[in-house]
């Protein structure tokens, strides 16, 4: 059991140096223009809506409120 968990552990520590390696096709001035740091990423934010307690249960109030926003 151990001794497959010390396997596991290698191997991921093997694919994580892979990973870290460096882009070839990395352009700096793209990534300046798009706004990205230093290693071409950009910072995203991702929200999650979630329905209140007050619910339409007309299908076409819904749908109006649904065009107006």
Known sequence: MIRNLLIALLL?????CFAQSKNSQYDPQLAQKLGADDYGMKQYVMAFLK???????DSAARMKLQMAH
């Open 12 to 16: 991921l520590g093997s694919i994580n």
């Open 51 to 57: 329905e209140g307690p007050h619910r339409l249960t």
